[in-house]
């Protein structure tokens, strides 16, 4: 059974960072691709970022390129998403997925993709 469980979430200012990490048990770690998306109120589930199992290759959403950060360390088995000059409208429920197949990176925006989610972790920016 593969599990994620997020973390790091919270409130920030316009401006601010935050950290959000996923650490994920089950199978070995590394042979998982890590995306993160995000749900707004209202609004169907985006992408954000993702990250390859082997961490060589990584995509970004248009709306985060720049700001935003994904990483991972497979000794830990952990996830991050490092979110820097936050801004309202990156306000949302942010959760960590996983994905074990042979996908090609631009592939992996598609929420569909995904095989394990985490629970979701509140991000609120305010102005």
């Known amino acids: 059974q593969v599990q994620l469980v997020e973390s790091g979430g919270g409130l920030a200012q316009a401006g601010g960072s935050l950290r959000l990490s996923c650490v994920v048990s089950?199978?070995?770690?590394?042979?998982?691709?890590m995306g993160w998306f995000r749900q707004a109120p209202g609004k169907e589930r985006e992408f954000v970022a993702v990250?390859?199992?082997?961490?060589?290759?990584?995509y970004y959403a248009d709306s985060v390129k720049g700001r935003f950060t994904i990483s991972r360390d497979n000794v830990k088995n952990t996830v991050y998403l490092q979110m820097n000059s936050l801004k309202p409208e990156d306000t949302a429920v942010y959760y960590c997925?996983?994905?074990?197949?042979?996908?090609?990176?631009?592939?992996?925006?598609?929420?569909?993709?995904?095989?394990?989610w985490g629970q979701g972790n509140q991000v609120t920016v305010s102005s």
């Open positions: 997925a996983a994905d074990g197949g042979l996908h090609t990176i631009v592939t992996l925006t598609n929420v569909n993709r995904y095989d394990y």
């Open positions: 089950g199978r070995t770690f590394s042979s998982y691709n």
């Open positions: 990250i390859i199992g082997s961490g060589g290759s990584r």
